[in-house]
């Protein structure tokens, strides 16, 4: 069965750090993946989403990039974090037209 | 364009009560329609999912959804509220048939199950 694992749960960094989170897929082969931002008492946000190795798309511009070395990890970075990339950061993943599967999320806190 | 308007962002029932979650859509083309859930700090659960089969669709926890295509509606229902049931739902919809794979999600209802 397909399984994903999103790491750190929490992290809190102070402003003008840098940042990984990454997100890594299992039991499938060439899935979409995608990076949501869930801020507090706000929808999700699309932030960006991959179809394949390398290929990256970036829905809103931001203080944020994405990349994908690997075709089941998907890495959501920053140079310089700021105060408004605070938020719950949830990775996905999906095949084709069928369902987003996502992961347990990550608490990003910048003080 | 799609898009989901969730009617409603808190909706608060008594344990036994039915649940009723509204979802209207908006889609040029043939939608595929979603009902996730999310519990405090977790990530969404599919609950259930409408792909241009069964307009009545049946997910977990008891929980139905009927696709209107008149109405364009997708609302979520379950006939006896559990104290479990406290969480966020959220309404998606993608395009049917292949295009974008990407989701267009609503922006959440807050059950509360009230004792």
């Known amino acids: 069965s397909q399984t994903i694992h999103q790491w750190p749960a929490t992290l809190v960094q102070p402003v003008g750090s840098p940042l990984s989170l990454e997100c890594t897929v299992e039991?499938?082969?060439?899935?979409?993946l995608y990076w949501y931002r869930q801020a507090a008492g706000r929808g999700l946000q699309l932030l960006f989403y991959?179809?394949?190795?390398?290929?990256i798309s970036s829905e809103v511009p931001q203080n944020l990039s994405a990349s994908r070395p690997q075709d089941r990890q998907f890495i959501l970075s920053s140079k310089k974090l700021l105060l408004s990339d605070s938020g719950f950061y949830l990775c996905?993943?999906?095949?084709?037209?069928?369902?987003?599967?996502f992961g347990d999320g990550t608490r990003l806190s910048i003080l | 364009a799609q898009s989901v308007t969730q009617l409603g962002s808190h909706v608060s029932v008594s344990e036994g009560a039915l649940v009723l979650l509204r979802c209207n859509y908006s889609s040029s083309v043939p939608p595929y329609l979603f009902w996730y859930v999310q519990y405090p700090n977790q990530g969404l659960q599919l609950l259930l999912k409408y792909t241009s089969a069964a307009t009545l669709v049946k997910g977990i926890n008891g929980f139905e959804a009927e696709f209107k295509k008149s109405e364009t509606s997708f609302h979520l229902t379950k006939p006896s509220a559990h104290m479990s049931d406290a969480a966020e739902y959220f309404c998606?919809?993608?395009?049917?048939?292949?295009?974008?794979?990407?989701?267009?999600f609503g922006k959440g209802t807050k059950l509360t199950v009230n004792p």
């Open positions: 991959s179809v394949g190795i390398g290929q």
């Open positions: 996905a993943w999906s095949v084709r037209q069928g369902p987003q599967h």
């Open positions: 039991g499938t082969s060439n899935p979409n």
């Open positions: 998606a919809v993608t395009r049917g048939g292949g295009g974008s794979e990407k989701l267009v």
